[in-house]
Nanobody
Framework: QVQLVESGGGLVQAGGSLRLSCAASGRTFSIYGVGWFRQAPGKGREFVAAISWTDSTTYYADSVKGRFAISRTNAKNTVNLQMNNLKPEDTAAYYC?????????????????WGQGTQVTVSS
């Protein structure tokens, strides 16, 4: 199993920035990729960004492309999500997830390990 712990959420004004981190432990050798998903109150879970563990290929939802950047710190098995120019509609609980399955495009059903989530609130 892979254990994931997120950190870095908080309250920020619109236009501001936050950096989320996800630390992976356990069977990290089994990871194909790590992704970030979010869920706002009353809404379904939404893909945000992902990174391939093997070649660091990145994937982004259209809604965050150009504003968010996902990266990996190999030595620490940590994945970061730098979020810039935040908007009120980015307000959600953000979850880190790991997948051992190869994907052509990340889907939440491909991810078997999930963190506990961290709240991001963007005020207008």
């Amino acid at each position: 199993q892979v254990q994931l712990v997120e950190s870095g959420g908080g309250l920020v004004q619109a236009g501001g920035s936050l950096r989320l981190s996800c630390a992976a432990s356990g069977r990290t050798f089994s990871i194909y990729g790590v992704g970030w998903f979010r869920q706002a109150p009353g809404k379904g879970r939404e893909f945000v960004a992902a990174i391939s563990w093997t070649d660091s290929t990145t994937y982004y939802a259209d809604s965050v492309k150009g504003r968010f950047a996902i990266s990996r710190t190999n030595a620490k098995n940590t994945v970061n999500l730098q979020m810039n120019n935040l908007k009120p509609e980015d307000t959600a609980a953000y979850y880190c997830a790991a997948s051992s399955l190869r994907w052509s495009w990340p889907r939440d059903i491909d991810f078997g390990s999930w963190g506990q989530g961290t709240q991001v609130t963007v005020s207008s």
